[in-house]
Nanobody
Framework: QVQLVESGGGSVQAGGSLRLSCAAS?????MGWFRQAAGKEREGVAY???????YYTDSVKGRFTISQDNAKNTLYLQMVSLKPEDTAKYYC?????????????????WGQGTQVTVSS
């Protein structure tokens, strides 16, 4: 089992910044951030592997940065230049399978989510 707890969400104005944190019971090889806006499917935002590989969906490239602190068992998502279209519930997820991907169904464990709301 991997237990995950997200924090750091909130309401900000467009152009603002937030840093999301995910406290994990352990850090598996692949961890990711997903988001789900109202009426939309869950979307892969970013992932990171312990080998240093990262992925970002096109809409967040240059604005979001995924990182992890293995000593603290914590995953982060630094979000800058936030846009209203970033509004969603953000989830931390862990993938214990061999293939790391931006697809939600590949992930085994999920946090409860933290809401990010960006106003214009």
């Amino acid at each position: 089992q991997v237990q995950l707890v997200e924090s750091g969400g909130g309401s900000v104005q467009a152009g603002g910044s937030l840093r999301l944190s995910c406290a994990a019971s352990r850090i598996p090889w692949c961890m990711g951030w997903f988001r789900q806006a109202a009426g939309k499917e869950r979307e892969g935002v970013a992932y990171i592997t312990t080998g240093g590989s990262t992925y970002y969906t096109d809409s967040v490239k240059g604005r979001f940065t995924i990182s992890q602190d293995n000593a603290k068992n914590t995953l982060y998502l630094q979000m800058v230049s936030l846009k209203p279209e970033d509004t969603a519930k953000y989830y931390c997820a862990a993938n214990v399978r061999a293939y790391c991907s931006p697809r939600a169904y590949e992930y085994n464990y999920w946090g409860q989510g933290t809401q990010v709301t960006v106003s214009s």
